[in-house]
């Protein structure tokens, strides 16, 4: 039983992917990761004897914390950070309970070189409908959540990337973009490692609507719908992003808790 500082993997596995996620600190020493070069999704790495440099940017946001085991190296860093009024859990078995729960885990070396501010960097062409919302929303979701996402004129996304040291993505001729009859959004999921049965749910939708294949799954329609929605309503993109963040939170949390769910008008006409 988890202690009253702790979090078991099971209430952090719910959050992970959704708006509610807090901020996760991989502690784990260099051998430790080293051994096992994966981060649980949306984890950054933290040497644990530098945890308080983050305390100010932390501040009123829930954190969780975790080393290999979930023992004194994640305890003490979380505690360094409460000293500091931070909101700090510790994962409870840490990351080797995540690993043994077969959640999903990003692969280490799939990660493009952060930033001076260490974040990843990522450019595409401007005017987004559907991949390219539909990838930093993954990106920031399963990621890194600090991404910084880069929209520039088509003919300029790779002198841009050369240029600002960025990732382009979901365009002809990059490694980040569609293979085959899949899209770029498949691509990231298989190389990340992050699979799991929702992302795969909400990955055919994508995949349909961005495709014009509708025949795949019949909420690839509305997506397809909303999404042009949004691309009238804004002419910003990075406003755009926004929006479409709420957009792809609603289709996820719907892939992963609400299939089996129908509603029905009149009600009396459902009752027994």
Not at 13 to 39: K, N, S
Not at 125 to 131: E, G, L, M, S, V
Not at 171 to 189: A, G, L, N, P, Q
Request: net charge negative; hydrophobic share 45%.
């Amino acid at each position: 039983m988890a202690s009253y500082n702790e979090i078991p993997v099971s209430t952090l596995a719910r959050l992970v992917g959704t708006p509610d996620c807090p901020v996760l600190l991989d502690v784990r020493i260099d051998e430790d990761f080293d051994a096992d070069p994966h981060l649980i999704p949306g984890a950054v790495r933290q040497p644990f004897l530098d945890v308080l440099d983050l305390a100010d940017d932390l501040a009123g946001r829930s954190v969780v914390v975790y080393c290999q085991k979930g023992l004194k190296i994640s305890q003490g860093a979380a505690a360094l950070l409460r000293s500091a009024g931070v909101k700090a859990e510790v994962l409870e078995g840490g990351q080797f309970a995540w690993r043994d729960a077969g959640l999903p885990m990003v692969l280490a070396e799939k990660l493009p070189p952060p930033d001076a501010s260490g974040r990843t960097v990522w450019v595409t062409r401007h005017r987004p409908k559907i991949d390219r919302i539909a990838c930093p929303w993954l990106i920031r979701r399963f990621v890194d959540p600090n991404a910084q996402i880069l929209f520039v004129a088509a003919s300029q996304v790779i002198n841009v990337a050369e240029r600002f040291n960025a990732t382009p993505f979901d365009i002809e001729d990059v490694f980040w973009s569609h293979r085959d009859e899949k899209c770029t959004f498949d691509t990231m999921i298989e190389e990340f490692g992050i699979s799991h049965d929702a992302l795969e749910r909400l990955a055919v939708i994508v995949r349909g609507s961005d495709t014009n294949r509708h025949d795949l799954a019949p909420e690839a329609a509305g997506l397809l719908a909303a999404s042009l929605g949004l691309s009238r309503m804004y002419r910003d993109d990075l406003e755009q992003l926004e929006a479409g963040m709420m957009l792809y939170d609603a289709f996820y949390r719907w892939a992963r808790d609400a299939t089996d769910e129908g509603h029905d008008w009149p009600a009396a006409l459902t009752e027994v």
